[in-house]
């Protein structure tokens, strides 16, 4: 499978807990997104990379949320000291180079927290 | 401050008519947009995207139009099919050389196909 792949599909944590999650991208693609979509919302942007560099933030993005693409290459999204509204669906996407083109998104990884 | 609007949060058709879903935007930098299909517990899969340039794009069934006078965009699925049903989200994008190519998206809408 060439796809978007993230992990895990679903995480359950309580309260005050760190938690990461990863995302492999399609490998020649060197764009990587993170958004977030929550319940009746579409996808909302969060950061994006190209290589290894983040180049933009979202606001939504508070000081507890960190990622990374330390080779260009997967990357990781860190949610430290969880809240419940942090409860939503995390998505990567990809996309290559800087053309104007669709972008393609993983499963997802559902998180909840109690 | 939504700039990508889709009004109608879900729409019911039979089986082999069309479905119509449609999308407003704001933000009159925008030149590239995308209409995405989400099953549930899925990631959002590429339908079909057309730019600005153009006012309408053909894919199989699924055909996008766009007015930018209007700041409209429509998607139209002939037949429509039970495995049609799913969220539609529009998405559009803009950005210049180099500069961040992010989308925006819409809140979506349900389309749900009767056999």
């Known amino acids: 499978d060439t796809g978007v792949s993230q992990d895990p599909r679903h995480k359950i944590t309580k309260r005050g807990q760190n938690v990461t999650f990863r995302c492999d991208p399609i490998?020649?693609?060197?764009?990587l997104y993170w958004y977030r979509q929550t319940l009746g919302q579409g996808p909302e942007f969060l950061t994006y990379?190209?290589?290894?560099?983040?180049?933009?933030k979202s606001r939504l993005l508070s000081d507890r949320f960190s990622a990374e693409r330390p080779k260009g290459s997967f990357s990781t999204l860190e949610i430290q000291r969880t809240e419940q509204g942090d409860s939503a669906m995390y998505l990567c996407?990809?996309?290559?180079?800087?053309?104007?083109?669709?972008?393609?998104f993983g499963q997802g990884t559902r998180l909840t927290v109690v | 401050d939504q700039q990508v609007k889709q009004n109608s949060p879900s729409l019911s058709v039979q089986e082999g008519r069309i479905s119509i879903l449609n999308c407003d935007y704001t933000?009159?930098?925008?030149?590239?947009f995308l209409w995405y299909k989400k099953y549930p517990a899925e990631g959002p899969t590429f339908l079909i995207s057309?730019?600005?340039i153009k006012d309408k794009n053909e894919d199989g069934r699924f055909t996008v139009f766009l007015n930018k006078s209007a700041k409209h965009l429509s998607l139209h699925i002939v037949p429509s099919q039970p495995g049609d049903s799913a969220v539609y989200f529009c998405?559009?994008?803009w950005g210049s050389g180099g500069s961040n190519y992010k989308l925006t998206f819409g809140k979506g809408t349900l389309l749900t196909v009767n056999p």
């Open positions: 996407a990809s996309t290559r180079g800087s053309q104007k083109t669709e972008a393609f």
């Open positions: 490998s020649e693609h060197n764009r």
């Open positions: 990379f190209q290589n290894e560099a983040q180049l933009e």
């Open positions: 933000n009159s930098m925008f030149d590239y």
């Open positions: 057309i730019s600005s």
């Open positions: 998405a559009a994008l």
